[in-house]
Protein backbone atom coordinates (compact mmCIF):
# COMPACT_ATOMS: atom_id res chain seq x y z
CA UNK A 1 0.00 0.00 0.00
CA UNK A 2 0.88 3.75 -1.01
CA UNK A 3 2.37 5.79 2.04
CA UNK A 4 0.28 8.85 2.46
CA UNK A 5 1.95 11.11 5.11
CA UNK A 6 0.14 13.75 6.67
CA UNK A 7 1.68 16.95 7.27
CA UNK A 8 1.16 20.18 9.62
CA UNK A 9 -2.60 19.36 9.32
CA UNK A 10 -2.64 18.99 5.80
CA UNK A 11 -3.22 15.17 4.53
CA UNK A 12 -2.37 13.92 0.58
CA UNK A 13 -5.95 13.54 -1.34
CA UNK A 14 -6.47 11.23 -4.22
CA UNK A 15 -9.42 11.05 -6.20
CA UNK A 16 -11.28 7.52 -6.67
CA UNK A 17 -10.30 6.90 -9.94
CA UNK A 18 -6.66 7.74 -9.69
CA UNK A 19 -3.75 5.51 -9.55
CA UNK A 20 -0.93 5.34 -7.15
CA UNK A 21 1.83 2.68 -6.65
CA UNK A 22 2.02 0.31 -3.45
CA UNK A 23 5.43 2.00 -3.29
CA UNK A 24 5.05 5.38 -3.55
CA UNK A 25 5.16 8.22 -0.59
CA UNK A 26 2.55 11.35 -0.78
CA UNK A 27 3.20 13.92 1.55
CA UNK A 28 1.09 16.74 3.11
CA UNK A 29 -0.85 19.05 1.08
CA UNK A 30 -0.59 17.39 -2.05
CA UNK A 31 -3.96 16.04 -4.43
CA UNK A 32 -4.33 13.87 -6.86
CA UNK A 33 -7.36 14.25 -9.71
CA UNK A 34 -9.10 11.64 -11.18
CA UNK A 35 -7.41 9.54 -13.42
CA UNK A 36 -4.03 10.64 -12.68
CA UNK A 37 -1.40 7.81 -12.09
CA UNK A 38 1.93 8.06 -9.30
CA UNK A 39 3.74 5.36 -10.65
CA UNK A 40 6.29 3.03 -8.37
CA UNK A 41 8.93 4.76 -6.56
CA UNK A 42 7.52 7.97 -6.97
CA UNK A 43 7.92 10.61 -3.38
CA UNK A 44 5.73 13.59 -3.56
CA UNK A 45 6.82 15.75 -0.84
CA UNK A 46 4.35 18.68 0.07
CA UNK A 47 5.81 19.21 3.46
CA UNK A 48 6.21 23.41 3.16
CA UNK A 49 4.24 24.35 0.15
CA UNK A 50 1.32 22.25 -2.24
CA UNK A 51 1.56 20.08 -4.72
CA UNK A 52 -1.32 19.47 -7.62
CA UNK A 53 -1.54 16.91 -10.26
CA UNK A 54 -4.05 17.31 -12.72
CA UNK A 55 -6.84 14.94 -14.65
CA UNK A 56 -5.51 12.06 -16.56
CA UNK A 57 -1.65 13.13 -15.31
CA UNK A 58 0.93 10.68 -14.69
CA UNK A 59 3.83 10.76 -12.60
CA UNK A 60 6.54 7.78 -13.76
CA UNK A 61 8.53 5.25 -11.76
CA UNK A 62 10.99 6.83 -9.61
CA UNK A 63 10.19 10.51 -10.27
CA UNK A 64 10.53 13.41 -7.01
CA UNK A 65 7.74 16.34 -6.93
CA UNK A 66 9.15 18.68 -4.37
CA UNK A 67 7.97 22.71 -3.45
CA UNK A 68 9.72 26.12 -2.39
CA UNK A 69 8.98 26.82 1.20
CA UNK A 70 6.16 29.04 1.05
CA UNK A 71 7.18 30.56 -2.16
CA UNK A 72 6.55 27.72 -5.07
CA UNK A 73 4.16 24.97 -5.07
CA UNK A 74 4.41 22.25 -8.06
CA UNK A 75 1.23 22.55 -9.88
CA UNK A 76 1.16 20.07 -12.76
CA UNK A 77 -1.99 20.75 -15.18
CA UNK A 78 -4.08 17.59 -16.74
CA UNK A 79 -3.16 15.09 -19.75
CA UNK A 80 0.88 15.85 -18.47
CA UNK A 81 3.50 13.07 -19.17
CA UNK A 82 6.56 12.64 -16.59
CA UNK A 83 8.88 10.32 -17.32
CA UNK A 84 11.04 8.02 -15.52
CA UNK A 85 13.26 9.47 -12.88
CA UNK A 86 12.09 13.48 -13.16
CA UNK A 87 12.83 15.85 -10.44
CA UNK A 88 10.34 18.80 -10.51
CA UNK A 89 11.33 21.66 -7.63
CA UNK A 90 8.39 24.09 -6.89
CA UNK A 91 7.60 24.47 -10.81
CA UNK A 92 4.25 25.04 -12.80
CA UNK A 93 3.69 22.64 -16.04
CA UNK A 94 0.84 23.48 -17.61
CA UNK A 95 -1.87 20.91 -19.50
CA UNK A 96 -0.62 18.73 -22.12
CA UNK A 97 2.95 19.56 -21.90
CA UNK A 98 5.98 16.82 -21.73
CA UNK A 99 8.87 15.94 -19.52
CA UNK A 100 11.35 13.69 -20.50
CA UNK A 101 13.10 10.77 -18.92
CA UNK A 102 15.56 12.32 -16.18
CA UNK A 103 14.72 15.82 -16.73
CA UNK A 104 14.42 18.27 -13.57
CA UNK A 105 12.58 21.23 -14.00
CA UNK A 106 13.48 23.96 -11.17
CA UNK A 107 12.15 26.67 -9.10
CA UNK A 108 9.98 28.61 -10.50
CA UNK A 109 10.11 27.76 -14.13
CA UNK A 110 6.86 27.14 -16.24
CA UNK A 111 6.30 24.59 -19.14
CA UNK A 112 3.51 25.77 -20.86
CA UNK A 113 1.12 23.39 -22.40
CA UNK A 114 1.96 21.73 -25.96
CA UNK A 115 5.83 22.05 -24.72
CA UNK A 116 8.40 19.67 -24.25
CA UNK A 117 10.91 19.49 -22.01
CA UNK A 118 13.73 16.62 -23.44
CA UNK A 119 15.27 13.65 -21.57
CA UNK A 120 18.05 14.95 -19.72
CA UNK A 121 17.36 18.47 -19.49
CA UNK A 122 17.73 20.78 -16.76
CA UNK A 123 15.19 23.62 -16.83
CA UNK A 124 17.11 26.70 -14.73
CA UNK A 125 15.13 28.34 -12.31
CA UNK A 126 12.73 30.97 -13.83
CA UNK A 127 12.76 29.55 -17.17
CA UNK A 128 9.74 29.59 -19.54
CA UNK A 129 9.13 26.83 -21.96
CA UNK A 130 6.67 28.14 -24.27
CA UNK A 131 3.99 25.92 -26.40
CA UNK A 132 5.79 24.41 -29.54
CA UNK A 133 9.04 24.53 -28.06
CA UNK A 134 11.43 21.76 -27.50
CA UNK A 135 14.70 22.35 -25.06
CA UNK A 136 17.44 20.56 -24.39
CA UNK A 137 20.50 20.18 -22.71
CA UNK A 138 22.81 21.23 -19.20
CA UNK A 139 21.25 24.34 -19.07
CA UNK A 140 18.05 23.55 -21.56
CA UNK A 141 18.33 25.92 -23.96
CA UNK A 142 15.60 26.06 -27.10
CA UNK A 143 16.22 22.84 -29.42
CA UNK A 144 13.78 22.66 -31.96
CA UNK A 145 9.82 23.06 -32.65
CA UNK A 146 7.69 20.52 -31.50
CA UNK A 147 6.85 18.42 -34.63
CA UNK A 148 3.54 16.59 -35.70
CA UNK A 149 5.14 13.11 -34.66
CA UNK A 150 5.92 15.29 -31.55
CA UNK A 151 2.05 16.31 -31.03
CA UNK A 152 0.68 12.53 -31.76
CA UNK A 153 3.23 11.33 -29.01
CA UNK A 154 1.94 13.79 -26.56
CA UNK A 155 -1.80 13.03 -27.04
CA UNK A 156 -1.40 9.56 -26.36
CA UNK A 157 0.69 9.12 -23.62
CA UNK A 158 -1.47 10.26 -21.34
CA UNK A 159 -4.23 8.44 -22.47
CA UNK A 160 -2.15 5.11 -22.42
CA UNK A 161 -1.04 5.21 -18.84
CA UNK A 162 -4.95 5.99 -17.96
CA UNK A 163 -5.47 2.46 -19.66
CA UNK A 164 -2.52 1.12 -17.98
CA UNK A 165 -3.24 2.68 -14.17
CA UNK A 166 -7.20 1.26 -14.42
CA UNK A 167 -5.32 -1.99 -15.57
CA UNK A 168 -2.99 -2.07 -12.67
CA UNK A 169 -6.04 -1.13 -10.45
CA UNK A 170 -7.75 -4.03 -11.12
CA UNK A 171 -5.00 -6.26 -10.74
CA UNK A 172 -3.74 -4.37 -7.00
CA UNK A 173 -6.82 -3.21 -6.09
CA UNK A 174 -8.53 0.61 -4.75
CA UNK A 175 -6.36 3.38 -4.26
CA UNK A 176 -4.65 4.18 -0.86
CA UNK A 177 -6.58 6.12 1.43
CA UNK A 178 -5.86 7.79 4.76
CA UNK A 179 -6.24 5.94 7.95
Known amino acids: MAT ?33 SVWFGVTLRADVEKIRVGARSNIQDGSVVHVTTDRWPTIIGA ?68 TDDDLKAMKYGPAHYVDLAMEYRAVLGPEPKMD
Open 79 to 146: DVLIGHLVLLHGCVIEDTAFIGMRATVMDGAVIEGGAMVAAGALISPGKRVRRGEVWAGSPAKLWRSV
Open 4 to 36: LIPWRGKAPVVADGAFVAPNATLIGDCEIADQA
